[in-house]
């Protein structure tokens, strides 16, 4: 039998980091083209070996992580805890893919999730919403010192899950996430949306 593995941000959870900075800091986000690229400076595109990346994979807390960014993006520390929040505060659950969990819950059909997710989000993110527990298990990057795309992730996953790669139906929304997993064996999809991922779950026969 297939097993299904979710991502979280921007797959199970709403995530739109323009907007977030947008709101965060106005004055250099006037327009789309400056709010993207704005955007790019905070996060550098959540990157190995950029500041969140750190925080992702636990090496980090959110004071050692405001203590990185603030001299680089020349705001004060205070601003960047403000903004380390305000991302929480904007991972709120999709519906639409909430319903798909439920559903493959009630067909029995095993299900996990792999998400890069930092400490101290992954502890209020079990608190907040009691959903999580219709998986299975789940890996917190945090919780492991890895993140993804590292092989090393998939191969954990692997073991703690007990899955088989090719009976294995992954979403996520980062295409090297996707690459990554693909590249074990598994069936990864990119994830755009809840209609299109019903419909993956559809062809592979999870539901009917």
């Not at 999709?94 to 559903?103: K, Q, S, W």
């Not at 993956?200 to 539901?207: E, F, S, V």
Request: glycine fraction near 8%; charged fraction near 20%; aromatic fraction near 10%.
């Amino acid at each position: 039998a297939m097993k299904v593995v979710w991502d979280f941000g921007a797959v199970v959870f709403h995530w739109l980091p323009v907007a977030v900075v947008s709101a965060w800091w106005p004055e250099r986000c006037g327009t789309q083209e400056a709010a993207q690229a704005c955007t790019r400076e905070v996060f550098q595109g959540f990157a190995p070996g950029s500041d969140w990346a750190g925080f992702d994979a636990g090496q980090i807390d959110e004071h050692g992580l405001a203590a990185l960014m603030a001299p680089r993006l020349d705001r004060s520390e205070p601003a960047v805890l403000a903004l380390i929040e305000a991302v929480y505060q904007a991972l709120t659950p999709d519906p639409a893919v909430m319903a798909l969990i439920h559903r493959l819950r009630e067909a029995g059909v095993p299900q996990h999730f792999l998400t890069n997710m930092p400490a101290p989000y992954a502890t209020r993110l079990e608190q907040d919403h009691p959903f999580l527990g219709d998986f299975d298990s789940g890996i917190f990057s945090a919780r492991v010192g890895i993140i993804k795309p590292s092989g090393a992730m998939y191969e954990l996953a692997e073991r703690e899950f007990g899955l088989s790669p090719a009976r294995t139906l992954f979403f996520d929304d980062v295409a090297h996430n996707v690459e990554s997993a693909c590249e074990r064996g598994w069936q990864a999809v990119l994830f755009t949306g809840a209609a299109s991922a019903e419909q993956a779950l559809r062809t592979h026969g999870l539901l009917a």
